[in-house]
């Protein structure tokens, strides 16, 4: 039932083999499967050497011990993970009589007749599985990470968690718990997590094998130890830290050349200015519409002399219509259905989905961009559609080179950052980065970088989307981003949209990227009814659009981001370095402060700057919590305060409470 090949410990019964190895300083790595033989992908984890595991087999039991963890499993399977200490981390579910019988130690052990195993395995045509693992429920405990939803809630404790991909919803399935450990699901399936009362349970709807990694620590320890196990995102370019304009959309070169000399005749600090979707002919043509741009390599020019570098949007649709099209089907480039049409009308013609999960499509798609973009000089891309948007979420209906879409489709946007980053890295660029739509276990070490999608212009939302930037810095994708004001409606002429507008800018000065993005009201009619030129726009959305107050608003907090600039710089080595978030919980810098685990209004920019963003309209005041074992300066006021108390302070409009750790000065010119 027992053996041990070199780091793994082995346990077999009748069809399941489980694997369990050291992967990684105080880290382990379990797999299971009833088939012949052990799948072999390694999905979001890296290689790694063999380590110093230390295995004991017993007659009713064994043990693996890598560095601080330790995990034991019984004859009847069950899995249960200690820390040094002896302290239980995690535990499968295992309800029935021989779990009891097996090991009668178990002081706390008790008959049950529900017999109910720790690993459900039900087999689906094909020769896959439906998988559901269980774990035991702590009702303290406190979860952190797995992506970004859309809900309010940063500790994701009784949360039920769809594991796939929509526009605004990344699914990233690692957690961070309150007890010191920190879960992998290593499965690209499509599946469910829930976080119950009474159990734990992940389910894959349809797979080979289970695959998750396990490991220990405090808060930083486990964020080093998982940037190490899924690969580090790379330094962001310096460029990328500054101020980003782009709206729904540029409709011709005229336009957007117009805005970035108006920034320039302001004076305003601007770094990227954005050519939207629709500038090509047809969608799967990956170039510009001389109808509406006729030189984009006069105008990449013009833009890199004002020092502003030009991102353009790429989508991984391919219209019947496009050139490509018919090479595209007979390479078997293109995402296939399993019944009914291929094609599906979106937005403006019969179009498929690119199927990044293959090699060939990855190569195809990025020389199609290097000769039309990236030799005339642009080296940062917007990966739209990257979860894809299926529009209907029948995710059994796809199928990809990899497998079916049940399978293996969360890893699409991995494989789609990839396509691009191996492109950009062979052409002799460091330092990549590429904003893209959506992200799974392991984007990080591509250069991704993440928005939260087409959300909608509320405080609501504005809320939502503040939880989900948490939750991504610890799911290990440290680049994130909003559209800032949100990107659906929002008339730049409306009052109530202006304090939203405002607040929302304000903290995206203290966000991994400052964008501006939005569909403004009124919107505008298309140029014509035929290739680029058939989507319309949004009304204005530059820092001028909502009057002179707001203005001053923007103004402030885009020259206060360029002061920011050697501390940003400081923080992105640390998150390319360390893994560690570039915004953080506060528990991820104070982790023996109680409360620090319960603030979720507040977050770290770094590891001193605390931001207690405005998240509801008319609030011109409110309390913010100072962690302990530190002083706290009020940017706004200069007053300084003592950590460990809760303070009252004004926020008029113009103002979101900002507290610097320890007399930092925030210019930090010197920083070190």
């Known amino acids: 039932m027992f053996s041990q090949n070199k780091n793994r410990l082995i346990y077999h019964h009748d069809a399941e083999e489980v694997w369990i190895e050291s992967w990684g300083e105080n880290s382990l790595r379990v797999r299971a499967s009833l088939l012949s033989r052990m799948p072999e992908d390694d999905w979001a984890l890296l290689p790694h050497d063999s380590g110093d595991a230390h295995i004991c087999i017993g007659e009713k039991s064994a043990e693996i011990e890598n560095g601080d963890v330790r995990a034991k499993i019984k004859n009847t399977g069950k899995i249960t993970f200690y820390n040094r200490q002896g302290k239980i981390l995690l535990e499968e579910y295992m309800r029935n009589l021989s779990d009891v019988w097996a090991d009668k130690s178990e002081p706390d052990g008790f008959v049950s007749p529900l017999n109910i195993g720790a690993r459900e395995w039900k087999p689906i045509a094909g020769g896959d599985y439906q998988l559901r693992l269980r774990f035991e429920s702590d009702k303290d405990e406190k979860l952190y990470g797995m992506g970004q939803y859309q809900q309010p809630f940063l500790d994701l404790k009784g949360a039920d968690l769809e594991l796939s991909h929509r526009n605004a919803q990344a699914s990233v399935p690692f957690l961070l718990s309150s ?8 499965n690209p399936a499509i599946g469910r997590a829930v976080f119950g009362k009474n159990m734990t ?47 729904l959309r540029y409709q011709t070169q005229d336009d957007l050349i117009h805005i970035a000399r108006e920034y320039k005749r302001r004076g305003l600090p601007i770094s990227v200015i954005v050519v939207d979707f629709f500038h090509w002919p ?11 741009w006729p030189d984009p390599e006069g105008m990449i020019r013009e833009l890199k002399a004002m020092s502003i570098e030009l991102m353009v949007s790429v989508w991984p649709t391919v219209d019947e219509k496009s050139e490509n099209y018919a090479e595209m089907t007979n390479e078997g480039y293109l995402v296939r259905t399993e019944r ?5 009308t979106f937005i403006s013609g019969s179009v498929v989905f690119t199927d990044f999960t293959n090699p060939g499509a990855q190569i195809y798609v990025w020389n199609k961009v290097k000769d039309h973009y ?9 990966l739209d559609e990257a979860e894809p948007e299926y529009g209907t979420y029948d995710y059994d209906h796809y199928r990809l080179h990899l497998g079916s879409n049940l399978q293996v489709g969360n890893v699409y946007p991995l494989c789609y950052a990839k396509a691009f980053y191996d492109g950009m890295t062979a052409a002799g660029q460091g330092n990549v980065i590429n904003l893209i739509r959506c992200a799974w276990a392991g984007s990080q070490r591509y250069g991704a970088l993440t928005w939260s999608g087409d959300v909608h212009s509320s405080f609501r939302s504005f809320r939502e989307q503040f939880a989900a930037g948490l939750n991504m810095g610890i799911a290990g994708i440290p680049w994130w981003t909003t559209d800032i004001g949100g990107f659906y409606g929002g008339n730049p002429n409306d009052e109530a949209f202006r304090e939203l507008f405002a607040r929302w800018f304000a903290y995206a000065a203290f966000c991994p990227i400052m964008r501006l993005h939005g ?3 009124p919107f505008f009619p298309p140029l014509s009814d035929k290739g680029g030129g058939v989507f319309g726009s949004g009304a204005d959305n530059e820092v001028w659009s909502f009057g002179d107050g707001v203005y001053c608003i923007c103004e402030k907090y885009i020259r206060l981001r360029e002061q920011m600039k050697p501390y940003i710089t400081h923080v992105m080595a640390e998150a390319n370095k360390t893994g560690a978030p ?7 810098e104070f982790p023996e402060d109680e409360r620090c685990w319960e603030i979720e209004d507040e977050y770290l920019f770094g590891s001193n700057i605390l931001v207690a963003p ?3 309209e008319g609030q011109i005041k409110r309390d913010v919590y100072l962690p302990p074992g530190a002083k706290w300066g009020n940017f706004d006021t200069g007053e300084n305060f003592t950590g460990g108390q809760t303070v009252e302070v004004d926020a008029p409009l113009d103002v979101i409470p900002i507290f610097l750790r320890d007399d930092m000065a925030i210019e930090m010119s010197n920083y070190e």
């Open 374 to 382: 990236y030799d005339k000089g642009i080296h940062v891309f917007w």
């Open 340 to 344: 009914g049409a291929r094609s599906a």
């Open 201 to 247: 349970s992940w389910q894959a709807e349809s797979t080979k094998a289970l695959d998750y990694w396990v490991t220990c620590g405090n808060p930083k320890a486990i964020l080093s130890a998982y940037a190490d196990a899924t690969g580090h995102a790379p330094m962001m370019p310096d460029f990328a830290m500054g101020f980003w304009q782009c709206k």
């Open 519 to 521: 569909y403004r009201e």
């Open 582 to 588: 570039v915004i953080r919980t506060l528990f991820f």
């Open 179 to 186: 007890k010191g450990y920190g879960f992998l699901w290593n």
């Open 614 to 616: 405005i998240l509801y």
């Open 282 to 292: 047809y969608q799967g043509e990956w170039k510009f519409d001389p109808e509406y």
